[in-house]
């Protein structure tokens, strides 16, 4: 992916998140598996949570576990285990972290976007979080 295509995905990303979430399966599954235990997922959470719960996700370029990262927006005020535990209970393994804005979240999920055979890469809800205060999108709209 070249570096032009590569900041449009991170700008796009640069949003308010809550958590980030690396996530495996217990059994072998494909992407489109994994892609549907993690929408399920999420549906569970927003049944639990009552509200809606948005997420962006990439399936990494890596041929020894097949596992997903995403950054989950409606998570706030939500423990990292909870969050864990109702994957565990859906799909396999999980670590889940408290997103800190600046430290490569939308950088991260961008280097993996590199797969053209993938299909499910990169997946997202329906909705998205609003852009970040003062981000790449706001800098943007002050340019014109």
Known sequence: MDDFLRNA??????????????????FPMTQAELTRAFRAY????????????DYYGVFPENDRVLHLHA?????AGVTTGELESRWRRIAGNARVKCYRQGIGGPEYLAEHLRRRDNANNPFF???????????HFAQDSRAS
């Open 71 to 75: 950054l989950l927006h409606g998570t």
């Open 9 to 26: 995905w991170v700008a796009f990303a640069d949003r308010v998140w809550h958590h980030f979430a690396t996530l495996t399966a217990k």
């Open 125 to 135: 809800s329906n909705h998205l979080p609003a852009p970040r205060p003062n981000g």
């Open 42 to 53: 999420a549906r569970n959470l927003e049944r639990w949570l009552q509200r809606r719960v």
